[in-house]
């Protein structure tokens, strides 16, 4: 089965508002013309609803970063699913700034997945190893855990998206080789066909993530099990972020 595409900017706890919108004024137009694979950019809260109203019409999508898995009440400082579902159309979860810093759990990560999936946005579910867990061999475990917990039948359904995201890789400018993630992705996916139906696993869109740049970009999407990249610091770069996503829409699976 052909898999659209997919590349996703994650801007993390960068950008005042006025920094977001010149940003997205920037990227908008050009953006708009790639066809062939999804763009989704993840600003901060606070800038979802002015880049809304900059993106209108345009074919770029947004998301949000993380979400509260309540739909309202007295949970000072969080944001719910419903107020993000007029917003954006996806919504991080899980990523490892959040399991690491903030200590966030497989439990709260599967709530949250469900409470975004019961409003109609698509989650963007991170997993990832440490470097100590893939110097022990525990890669597999870990990972087969990360997705177990969030592997509800009615999550692939609704169009949940995974990023590998190798804690290792993330923002040192030490990438996975392609070959390695398409490995790991082949195994992601193995482990969803298990679980569930190899119609299934065809079907969810796994991508890469950590120092994911314009150069090594095209060593991911030539890659098969790779659907695209979830993009940290080259996101906020409106030139890199840009030719990451024509390679993409390039790429011989677009
Ligand atoms: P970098 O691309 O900066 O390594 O960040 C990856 C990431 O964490 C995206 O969610």
Redesign the pocket.
Known sequence: MSRMPLIAG?W?MNTTVKEAVDLIKKMAGPLNKIQGVEKVICPPFVSLAPAQAILKGSNVKLGAQNVFYEEKGAYTGEISPPMLADLCEYV?IG???RRQIIGETNDVINRKVRAVINVGLKPIL?IGETAKENEEGKMQDVLGRQIFTCSDKLYFLSGMVI?Y?PIW????GK?ATGDDANKTIGFIRGFVSRLHTPDLADAVRILY?????ATNINEFMSQPEIDGA??????LQPEDFISIVKQASESKRS
Do not use: F, W
Request: overall charge negative; aromatic content about 0%; charged content about 10%.
């Open positions: 994650n993390k991080i990523h490892s700034e991170c990023a995201e890789a993330i923002g040192t990438s993530g950590g120092s994911v740049n979830l993009v940290g610091g080259a996101s």
